[in-house]
């Protein structure tokens, strides 16, 4: 979704949607985008120029979409550049300088980072590779933008570029679903379990900031160094009028966890062969489970599973899975579970992350170079 001011915006979703309103919302008009792809991303500059990407799993194979206006959205044009990975976000910030990304880190679906600087009619490549992930795209002016999600050439979940995307360097400590500047400086960050990462020097250093919430965060959109709103799982809505120093008014309902053990960062992060959990345990006589799971959602190892006497407690991942295979690059998250009184705070079924966010305790991130 994207506004441009209190009447005009625009929403996309799945099998070509495009809606558009001129009146704050009250009333949304279809636009014909001429696709059935899945629409990613939407980026106007203005109330005429605007762009829309998407993906489709075609035969083999993942295809992206790129659809410009000129017209505000009466008409779309396809200035995809012949067959492309699927995209997942677009940037533009004047009607000829813009990026677009994706990928899903296979060999079916290429991640990869296209520049424009004619409004579209000509793409080339900035970067790509087979295990470049990439969830989110922003450019704050035609040097200065970043990209989430995970990057092989610097093991880092953020890439940051000054030169507009010429060169891309590794950022740490921060990362997620969606990603956003309001300046060369001032940013914030989106993951699961109500992870939110702020920065206030450009990305060189990230702090965590409190949400209030573990449901999984996924899109968020700032106005200035202040006001600032997140949506994410199970209707959450957050909202905060202070840059979420202090205080992030709750406006849809999302339990508060309260912890009974503490998970530290994994250490070292990245790692080649082998990186060492900590964790504190403050009640005893409670299950724990520590699960390994890829970005997917899939479970990939059980490191823990079982009762931990009080104190301080360190355990090994040799980023192996299950069947002693060690496992591709990329980020997978740890998950920390307690159990109380025969009841999982956190169920998994089937291999796959199907969390309560009411119920997880702590989740960090690790990275396999």
């Known amino acids: 979704m994207v506004f441009l001011d209190n009447q005009n915006g625009w929403i996309i979703g799945s099998s070509g949607t495009i809606l558009h309103t001129s009146d704050g919302g009250i009333n949304w008009l279809p636009q014909n985008s001429g696709t059935s792809f899945a629409l990613t991303d939407i980026s106007f500059v203005n109330l005429n120029n605007g762009w829309v990407v998407g993906r489709s799993f075609s035969g083999s194979n993942f295809e992206g979409i790129i659809l410009h206006t000129s017209n505000g959205g009466i008409d779309w044009i396809d200035q995809t550049p012949g067959q492309i990975s699927g995209l997942s976000s677009v940037s533009f910030v004047d009607s000829l300088t813009g990026w677009v990304a994706g990928g899903g880190g296979s060999l079916l679906d290429n991640g990869l980072i296209l520049h424009t600087s004619n409004g579209g009619q000509n793409w080339i490549t900035q970067r790509q590779h087979p295990d470049l992930e990439i969830f989110d795209i922003q450019f704050v002016d035609p040097e200065y933008g970043w990209v989430s999600g995970y990057d092989p050439q610097t093991n880092a979940p953020i890439i940051h570029t000054t030169d507009g995307g010429l060169t891309w360097s590794g950022q740490y400590g921060g990362g997620g679903y969606d990603i956003h500047f309001i300046d060369r400086s001032n940013g914030w960050a989106v993951w699961l379990f109500g992870k939110i990462y702020h920065t206030s020097n450009g990305g060189q250093t990230w702090h965590q900031q409190n ?54 960062p994994n250490y070292p992060n990245p790692f080649n062969t082998e990186t060492e959990i900590t964790l504190n345990i403050f009640k005893s006589h409670q299950k724990i489970q520590l699960l390994i799971f ?42 920390a579970i307690i159990f109380s009184r025969g009841f999982a ?25």
């Open 211 to 264: 949400s209030f919430t573990n449901q999984g965060l996924e899109k968020l959109d700032f106005v200035n160094n202040n006001e600032g709103w997140i949506i994410g799982d199970w209707g959450t809505i957050l909202h905060t009028s202070n840059g979420g120093i202090s205080e992030i008014e709750i406006l849809t309902r999302s339990p508060v966890v309260t912890e009974s053990f503490l998970l530290y």
């Open 345 to 369: 705070l956190l169920d998994v079924s089937n291999d796959d992350i199907a969390y309560n966010a009411a119920n997880v305790t702590d989740v960090k991130s690790l990275v396999v170079p």
């Open 294 to 335: 890829d970005i997917s959602g899939r479970k990939v190892r059980t490191l823990l599973d079982g009762v931990l006497s009080l104190g301080q407690h360190n355990i090994k991942w040799d980023g192996c899975d299950y069947y002693g295979r060690t496992v591709s690059s990329g980020i997978y998250i740890l998950v």
